[in-house]
C-alpha cells in the first residue's frame, strides 16, 4: 500500500492550501484516514480524520479552518486548509489505518511565513 502525499507549499498567513493523498488501492480497505502533522522539534500529532462513512474530527486548533473529505472514486483523501496560522507550519502526513496495519504517506512540507 502506498499513499502519496502532495499540495504542500509556501504561504502567507490568512491564507489557503489544498492538501492531497491518493492510495495506490481502494480507500474502502481502511476503517479511518487521517492527516497528521509534525512541527520542528515536536511530536507528530493528529489533525483531523474521516472514517469510512464520512465522520470526521478535528483538533481543537483547527477547527473551523481545516475541512478533511474524501473521493472514494479517485482513492484520496483531502485536506483543505484556510485562514492558515504560523503555527500550522509543520510536515503534514497522511495516514490510514486498515484492519491488521496503519500505512503512511511520505510527508508534504505547509510553511506559513510572511
Known amino acids: 500500500v502506498q499513499l502519496q502525499a502532495s499540495g504542500g507549499g509556501l504561504v502567507q498567513p490568512g491564507g489557503s492550501l489544498r492538501l492531497s493523498c491518493a492510495a495506490s488501492i481502494s480507500i474502502f480497505s481502511f476503517n479511518v484516514m487521517a492527516w497528521y502533522r509534525q512541527a520542528p522539534g515536536k511530536q507528530r500529532e493528529l489533525v483531523a480524520r474521516?472514517?469510512?462513512?464520512?465522520?470526521?474530527n478535528y483538533i481543537e486548533s483547527v477547527k473551523g479552518r481545516f475541512t478533511i473529505s474524501r473521493d472514494n472514486a479517485k482513492n484520496s483523501i483531502y485536506l483543505q486548509m484556510n485562514n492558515l496560522k504560523v503555527e500550522d507550519t509543520a510536515v503534514y502526513y497522511c495516514?490510514?489505518?486498515?484492519?491488521?496495519?496503519?500505512?503512511w504517506g511520505q510527508g508534504t512540507l505547509v510553511t506559513v511565513s510572511s
Open positions: 495516514n490510514a489505518v486498515g484492519l491488521t496495519a496503519s500505512y
Open positions: 474521516i472514517g469510512s462513512v464520512g465522520a470526521t
